[in-house]
């Protein structure tokens, strides 16, 4: 059961942010109280008559506003046990100076991945792409789209595209980009990565399981083999809440003092 007079749902008056149907304000606020830590992973929430009495809402109202929660991930429902905010995945640290794939990332933490494909096949390239990857006309491109996940928990999209030339046969792909193209010679030793600040759209939220609007980071990499020449671009999406990249930074010449990356 809530203890509702220790809790956030038991402070002070409730002040429903303006604007739009009272479900879509109770469940901002609702939202907003997470973010702002107020209430957290694994908290219950009141029942639905409590949280009604509360906020001065009707139920109907409530049991819409927990519906939307539960189906963009925010809330969990336990049968017979009540509505929980979900759990938070695991935060994952990814150096910023190693060029190394996500499968080497996740198993050097111990952790199990697999991927739900997306797309994998040969189209005629875009103008971006025949820049990027400097396709001579005539050339395909190979376009593999993948939603990665460790356990239950998606934690990335990433959409590859590489010359068809280096990919002939995107099927052909295992587990692993990088492992299928060090078999041929073509992992990459190099890479540009440019990373931002997103908030995800209505696509990719659903794929990731995280409300629309989420923050997210926007990663392009952009691949290169000893020769110069461009072996992948890839967009990913990685989940604000699941991902640190961290770089290690040193001062003028300074050598390394074998300090831990991760
Ligand atoms: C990483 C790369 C991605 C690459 C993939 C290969 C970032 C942001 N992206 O996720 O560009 O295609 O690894 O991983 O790090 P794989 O060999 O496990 O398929």
Redesign the pocket.
């Known amino acids: 059961m809530t203890d509702l007079s220790n809790s956030f749902f038991a402070d002070g008056p409730v002040d429903l942010p303006a604007g739009g149907p009272l479900y879509l304000q109770l469940k901002r606020w609702i939202e907003d109280a997470i973010h702002r830590g107020e209430i957290n992973p694994g908290d219950a929430l009141p029942s639905e008559r409590d949280l009604a009495t509360r906020v001065d809402v009707s139920r109907v109202t409530v049991r819409k506003a927990v519906l939307h929660l539960v189906k963009d991930g925010v809330l969990v429902q336990r049968h017979g046990s009540g509505t929980f905010v979900a759990p938070q995945p695991q935060r994952v640290e ?1 150096s910023l100076s190693q060029l ?7 198993a050097r933490r111990g952790m199990a ?1 697999h ?1 739900r494909w997306l797309e994998r096949a040969v189209y005629q390239p875009s103008p971006e792409e025949t820049v990027i990857l400097g396709l001579s006309s005539g050339d395909q491109v190979a376009r593999i789209s ?1 939603l ?1 996940l460790t356990g239950e928990t998606p934690l ?1 999209i ?1 959409r ?1 595209s590489l010359s068809a030339r280096v990919l002939p046969d995107p099927t052909a ?1 295992g ?7 060090d078999k041929s010679g073509n992992r990459p030793i190099r ?1 540009i ?1 440019r ?1 931002r600040a997103a908030n995800l759209d209505a696509e990719d939220a659903y794929l990731l399981e995280v409300p629309v609007g989420s923050a997210g980071l926007n ?3 952009t ?1 290169y083999l000893a020769s110069g020449r461009v072996i ?1 671009f ?1 967009r ?1 999406i ?1 989940r604000g809440d699941t991902y640190d990249f961290v770089a290690e930074l040193r001062i003028g010449d300074a050598p390394a003092t074998g300090g831990k990356t991760p």
Request: charged residues 30%.
């Open positions: 990814q190394t794939s996500f499968t080497e990332d996740m991945v991927a993948r990665r990335a990433e590859a792909i587990d692993s980009l990088y492992k299928h193209l890479a990565q990373i990663i392009e990499r691949s992948e890839t990913s990685y």
